[in-house]
């Protein structure tokens, strides 16, 4: 992909970055919280989005849950576990996204693995998912490399890209996954999966430095990023923090709707105020 293409595609859909930018005039960084779909159920999950949303998130990335993730730890994955017994698909996602989009404007992004788009078939999934509101899909497994298609599908539909950037990533493939990304770019803050941790890497200021020297792109840090003061330390060295594991925690150990609705929101409310400079 040439530098005017890469240009072209960074402005079919501005609702990403311009949230981005909206947050770096206001002098604080972007927290984007990461939910299961279908965890508890899909119908609470509109509910929770929308707390969360009024909580102060920036961004919901909306997960679709999946029996063979690769990159999520014990807390998604049993959050997955419960979305699919509950009865999670695919198109109730979809439906889910479209109830959230009804009541908030928040900017959503889908998260998934690859082979769910192509079990749904990419043109119907990136269709689909314009039609209902999203802004964006990162596909964690999808390697930049091999994303040239996708990411064409995607943007004749005006569905933003996001993809992931590791410290383990070589240099020649984070250029590309910049490349092809067309939201924001995903620093994963260590190796591994995803969960909550209790310190932040020695290296992650190095890490997010790598990725500034070869794009203008705004970059979000998440993977075990779990408390206010992580948040806030994320926020001076890179435009946002993603949270995930700690908030799909608090949602499985909620005694019951109420409750769950109350500590989310209070827990959200916490870190977006983290995020101001």
Same mark, same amino acid.
């Given at each position: 992909?040439?530098?005017?293409?890469? !240009?072209?595609?960074?402005?079919?859909?501005?609702?990403?970055?311009?949230?981005?930018?909206?947050?770096?005039?206001?002098?604080?960084?972007?927290?984007?919280?990461?939910?299961? =779909?279908?965890?508890?159920?899909?119908? !609470?999950?509109?509910?929770?989005?929308?707390?969360?949303?009024?909580?102060?998130?920036?961004?919901?990335?909306?997960?679709?849950?999946?029996?063979?993730?690769?990159?999520?730890?014990?807390?998604?994955?049993?959050?997955?576990? #419960? =979305?699919?017994?509950?009865?999670?698909?695919?198109?109730?996602?979809? +439906?889910?996204?479209?109830?959230?989009? !009804?009541?908030?404007?928040?900017?959503?992004?889908?998260?998934?693995?690859?082979?769910?788009?192509?079990?749904?078939?990419?043109?119907?999934?990136?269709?689909?998912?314009?039609?209902?509101?999203?802004?964006?899909?990162?596909?964690?497994?999808?390697?930049?490399? !091999?994303?040239?298609?996708?990411?064409?599908?995607?943007?004749?539909?005006?569905?933003?890209?996001?993809?992931?950037?590791?410290?383990?990533?070589?240099?020649?493939?984070?250029?590309?996954?910049?490349?092809?990304?067309?939201?924001?770019?995903?620093?994963?803050?260590?190796?591994?999966?995803?969960?909550?941790?209790?310190?932040?890497?020695? +290296?992650?200021?190095?890490?997010? =430095?790598?990725? #500034?020297?070869?794009?203008?792109?705004?970059?979000?840090?998440?993977?075990?990023?779990?408390?206010?003061?992580?948040?806030?330390?994320?926020?001076?060295?890179? +435009?946002?923090?993603?949270?995930?594991?700690?908030?799909?925690?608090?949602? =499985?150990?909620?005694?019951?709707? +109420?409750?769950?609705?109350?500590?989310?929101?209070?827990?959200?409310?916490?870190?977006?105020?983290?995020?101001?400079?």
């Amino acid at each position: 992909m040439s530098p005017i293409e890469r !240009e072209e595609n960074h402005t079919i859909v501005n609702s990403i970055q311009q949230s981005f930018a909206t947050s770096h005039q206001a002098g604080r960084g972007m927290l984007v919280v990461y939910v299961t =779909a279908g965890d508890p159920s899909l119908e !609470e999950t509109v509910e929770i989005v929308t707390t969360i949303a009024e909580a102060g998130a920036d961004i919901i990335e909306l997960g679709i849950p999946y029996s063979d993730p690769l990159a999520d730890g014990p807390t998604i994955q049993a959050a997955s576990q #419960r =979305a699919l017994e509950a009865g999670a698909t695919i198109q109730g996602v979809f +439906d889910c996204a479209a109830q959230i989009r !009804e009541r908030s404007s928040i900017p959503l992004v889908i998260m998934t693995c690859y082979n769910p788009i192509l079990q749904f078939g990419p043109e119907a999934f990136a269709q689909e998912a314009s039609k209902v509101g999203i802004d964006g899909i990162l596909a964690s497994d999808l390697p930049p490399g !091999e994303a040239e298609q996708w990411c064409e599908v995607a943007a004749e539909h005006e569905l933003a890209t996001v993809f992931l950037v590791a410290p383990t990533t070589p240099p020649q493939r984070v250029t590309r996954a910049v490349e092809c990304t067309t939201g924001f770019v995903y620093a994963v803050a260590r190796p591994g999966v995803t969960g909550a941790r209790d310190e932040l890497p020695e +290296d992650l200021k190095d890490s997010v =430095a790598r990725i #500034r020297q070869v794009t203008d792109l705004p970059v979000a840090v998440g993977f075990g990023i779990s408390t206010p003061q992580q948040v806030a330390a994320v926020c001076e060295i890179a +435009d946002g923090a993603i949270v995930g594991s700690a908030v799909i925690n608090i949602i =499985a150990e909620a005694s019951d709707r +109420d409750a769950r609705l109350q500590q989310v929101s209070r827990f959200v409310s916490d870190l977006a105020t983290a995020t101001r400079r």
